[in-house]
């Protein structure tokens, strides 16, 4: 699952919109943020299989991103930090750290078994990854579904709406682009481009919702 995570950041912003856009779109990706960081310095191990059907990745250690009881932490982690940095009300910070924990429930419909239930248990999976062009409809499908339920919202409220439309359609090219691209072998090169695709796609829905000026 790659955009799909994004659908879980729109639907939250629809349903507690104090926090940021930006806020909840890093943390639909928070997992994989420290994922990305883990497999660059060695500690997260991931590698490239070709002979696997749809997504090469065979992602064998993740125990501190991946494993149940680690999203959990990431997830409350999150929680307790968006309340003390962001300053946001208890409720909007639960909802910051219920979409990261949306990260591990998506996974676990796309990916194989790779998921730990507790750090050295069975691994969980249900494997969606193995039919790629339905796996990319349903993440595609996630984002418009969530994202169109945003769009009436803001524009119930008189809100501008092509912001959420321009960001949902960077997604969509993103997806495309990820989908198109040939993956590295290399940890630290798949590290490095799955980090910056993060990043840069945090920083486009802060501008997205770019707070307004005066």
């Given amino acids: 699952m790659f955009v799909g995570h994004y659908a879980a950041a729109l639907a939250a912003k629809s349903a507690e919109p104090r926090p940021r856009l930006w806020t909840y779109v890093a943390a639909c990706q928070l997992m994989d943020i420290g994922w990305s960081s ?4 060695g500690v997260e191990k991931m590698r490239i299989d070709p002979h696997l059907p749809g997504s090469a990745l065979d992602l064998y250690f993740m125990p501190y991103t991946h494993s149940l009881p680690g999203s959990l932490l990431w997830s409350l982690g999150a929680a307790v930090l968006a309340r003390l940095a ?5 409720r909007a910070a639960a909802f910051v750290g219920a979409t990261v924990f949306s990260h591990w429930v998506l996974d676990l419909v796309v990916h194989r078994p790779d998921l730990a239930l507790w750090f050295g248990g069975p691994k969980v999976g249900l ?4 039919y790629p062009l339905a796996e990319m409809a349903l993440e595609l499908g996630l984002v418009g579904m969530a994202g169109g339920a945003l769009i009436a919202l803001r ?5 501008k709406a092509w ?6 359609g960077f997604l969509t090219v993103l997806q495309m682009v990820s989908s198109l691209s040939p993956m590295s072998g290399d940890p630290v090169s798949s590290g490095g481009m799955a980090l910056a695709a993060y990043l840069v796609t945090t920083g486009v829905a802060w501008l997205a919702e770019r707070p307004k000026a005066g």
Avoid: H, S, V
């Fill in 163 to 168: 912001p959420i439309i321009a960001f949902m």
């Fill in 155 to 159: 524009k119930q409220g008189g809100d």
């Fill in 127 to 130: 494997g969606f990854w193995n």
């Fill in 86 to 90: 962001l300053r946001l009300p208890w």
């Fill in 38 to 41: 883990l497999i660059m310095a």
